[in-house]
């Protein structure tokens, strides 16, 4: 696999404590709540023919700016899920001004789709703020705002695109999750009215042989559902899938999609994934962290040691193709964000 790993290495420091500029904020003790966020910050999103006109410009006859960021608000998280090595991180919790200045700076550099995570991003708060009052304020300018939660806390985010992780069924997700939160997670996604609610999957060995099962299970529930595959942070391999399984299931996948199962990945970028046979376009992408750093690049960039050849992260996989004109992979990604 080819990657612009080696192009596009550089950091920058987003936040720091000497150079913090705190944007407006509300009177200590005071809250602003979504509605009145929303009727001071009314969301005034870019037409279809804007976003068409920004794409092609920059992202068509030019190639340089990120699209994609991923903004991890916090490394707290409710859960130690075996399969994640973010919760072991620490850094201060951000304040709403530094948060948002991050959020600016992303804007700046290109980004147009912002994706906040953790850790847990719905535990973020900052006095009486909550992440709620973060979306509103991305959504004032970003094409699409969404998020990306464990479910365990009620799913009433006003992003325009919510993912919840569900990594197995009953047993399978209390084990990976080290919790007993299955029928929690299920009783809030039934219970949201949210019109984005996705499910997001990752595969690994351990619940790869249940995933179609789980696919069929959770298409009766989400709007919508995505797939990836474990990545061996810190070299766990115990979870890997090898290539051979990971393809077998990939056909299974594509046959439950063609069948109308309402999985979101377009198929050529399942294709793809089978052998990692797709050049990754990493300048795409934006991370931020809850410490202030911004890196362009890799998801695993300051993160994790970078093996490409173990990727298995679609979102990556979907961008890149859609970056090179694939037109499957750019139809996934409306029916996604847009
Ligand atoms: S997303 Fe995957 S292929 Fe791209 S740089 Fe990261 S590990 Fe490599």
């Given at each position: 696999?080819?990657?612009?790993?080696?192009?596009?290495?550089?950091?920058?420091?987003?936040?720091?404590?000497?150079?913090?500029?705190?944007?407006?904020?509300?009177?200590?003790?005071?809250?602003?709540?979504?509605?009145?966020?929303?009727?001071?910050?009314?969301?005034?999103?870019?037409?279809?023919?804007?976003?068409?006109?920004?794409?092609?410009?920059?992202?068509?006859?030019?190639?340089?700016?990120?699209?994609?960021?991923s903004f991890k608000l916090t490394y707290r998280c409710n859960l130690r899920c075996r399969q994640c090595p973010f919760y072991t991180m620490s850094a201060p919790e951000l304040s709403y001004g530094d948060a948002c200045?991050?959020?600016?700076?992303?804007?700046?550099?290109?980004?147009?789709?912002?994706?906040?995570?953790?850790?847990?991003?719905?535990?973020?708060?900052?006095?009486?703020?909550?992440?709620?009052?973060?979306?509103?304020?991305?959504?004032?300018?970003?094409?699409?705002?969404?998020?990306?939660?464990?479910?365990?806390?009620?799913?009433?985010?006003?992003?325009?695109?919510?993912?919840?992780?569900?990594?197995?069924?009953?047993?399978?997700?209390?084990?990976?999750?080290?919790?007993?939160?299955?029928?929690?997670?299920?009783?809030?996604?039934?219970?949201?009215?949210?019109?984005?609610?996705?499910?997001?999957?990752?595969?690994?060995?351990?619940?790869?042989?249940?995933?179609?099962?789980?696919?069929?299970?959770?298409?009766?529930?989400?709007?919508?559902?995505?797939?990836?595959?474990?990545?061996?942070?810190?070299?766990?391999?115990?979870?890997?899938?090898?290539?051979?399984?990971?393809?077998?299931?990939?056909?299974?996948?594509?046959?439950?999609?063609?069948?109308?199962?309402?999985?979101?990945?377009?198929?050529?970028?399942?294709?793809?994934?089978?052998?990692?046979h797709w050049t990754c376009s990493d300048w795409l992408i934006d991370n931020a962290n809850p410490d202030g750093r911004m890196q362009q690049g890799c998801?695993?960039?300051?993160?994790?040691?970078?093996?490409?050849?173990?990727?298995?992260?679609?979102?990556?996989?979907?961008?890149?193709?859609?970056?090179?004109?694939?037109?499957?992979?750019?139809?996934?990604?409306?029916?996604?964000?847009?």
């Open positions: 696999m080819q990657t612009g790993n080696k192009r596009w290495a550089w950091d920058e420091k987003g936040i720091s404590t000497s150079s913090r500029i705190l944007l407006p904020q509300p009177a200590p003790g005071v809250c602003i709540g979504y509605n009145q966020f929303m009727g001071d910050h009314a969301h005034k999103p870019p037409g279809r023919i804007p976003q068409a006109a920004y794409i092609l410009r920059n992202y068509v006859l030019t190639r340089r700016k990120p699209f994609l960021a200045r991050i959020i600016d700076r992303l804007y700046e550099r290109g980004n147009r789709l912002l994706m906040f995570e953790g850790g847990e991003p719905m535990l973020w708060r900052d006095g009486e703020l909550r992440v709620r009052d973060l979306v509103a304020y991305a959504r004032r300018r970003f094409f699409s705002v969404g998020m990306t939660t464990n479910g365990t806390l009620p799913l009433d985010a006003p992003t325009d695109v919510l993912w919840v992780s569900v990594d197995g069924l009953r047993e399978t997700h209390n084990a990976l999750r080290c919790a007993p939160i299955f029928d929690q997670v299920i009783a809030n996604a039934r219970a949201s009215t949210h019109p984005r609610l996705f499910a997001h999957v990752t595969v690994n060995a351990i619940n790869a042989e249940e995933v179609p099962a789980l696919l069929a299970f959770l298409d009766g529930i989400f709007r919508g559902i995505t797939v990836q595959f474990y990545y061996p942070y810190d070299h766990k391999d115990e979870l890997f899938l090898d290539f051979d399984r990971r393809e077998r299931l990939l056909e299974e996948v594509i046959r439950m999609k063609r069948a109308g199962t309402h999985i979101l990945n377009s198929i050529p970028a399942l294709q793809a994934l089978k052998r990692n998801y695993l960039r300051g993160r994790a040691d970078i093996d490409c050849s173990r990727c298995g992260f679609s979102p990556h996989t979907e961008v890149s193709l859609a970056c090179r004109g694939n037109p499957r992979a750019i139809q996934a990604g409306m029916r996604i964000f847009l």
